[in-house]
Nanobody, 125 residues
Framework: QVQLVESGGGLVQAGGSLRLSCAASGRTFSRNVKGWFRQAPGKEREFVAAITWSGSSTYYADSVKGRFTISRDNAENTVYLQMNSLKPEDTAVYYC??????????????????WGQGTQVTVSS
């Protein structure tokens, strides 16, 4: 079993930055895809960003492109989400997720096998 634990969330003013981390433990799959999703109150959980196992390919939702950067350190079994120029509409619980395999860069929640508990990000205006 894989455990994912997010950290780094908090309260920040609009225009500010936060860096989220997600540490994996247990049975880890280095050759997998890792991603970030978010869920705002009353809304569906939505895709934010994902990265392949090598880190050579990334994919972002249009709403965060140019502001967020996903990266990973396989030696540390950790994936990061650097969030800059934050907006109030970025307020949500952010979840990291991981697949078992390395195929493509899925954006659907159903493609991910493991999930963290989430970390709250609140952006004030």
């Amino acid at each position: 079993q894989v455990q994912l634990v997010e950290s780094g969330g908090g309260l920040v003013q609009a225009g500010g930055s936060l860096r989220l981390s997600c540490a994996a433990s247990g049975r880890t799959f280095s050759r997998n895809v890792k991603g970030w999703f978010r869920q705002a109150p009353g809304k569906e959980r939505e895709f934010v960003a994902a990265i392949t196992w090598s880190g050579s390919s990334t994919y972002y939702a249009d709403s965060v492109k140019g502001r967020f950067t996903i990266s990973r350190d396989n030696a540390e079994n950790t994936v990061y989400l650097q969030m800059n120029s934050l907006k109030p509409e970025d307020t949500a619980v952010y979840y990291c997720a991981a697949t078992k395999t390395s195929g493509g860069i899925p954006t659907s929640r159903r493609a991910y096998d493991y999930w963290g508990q989430g970390t709250q990000v609140t952006v004030s205006s």
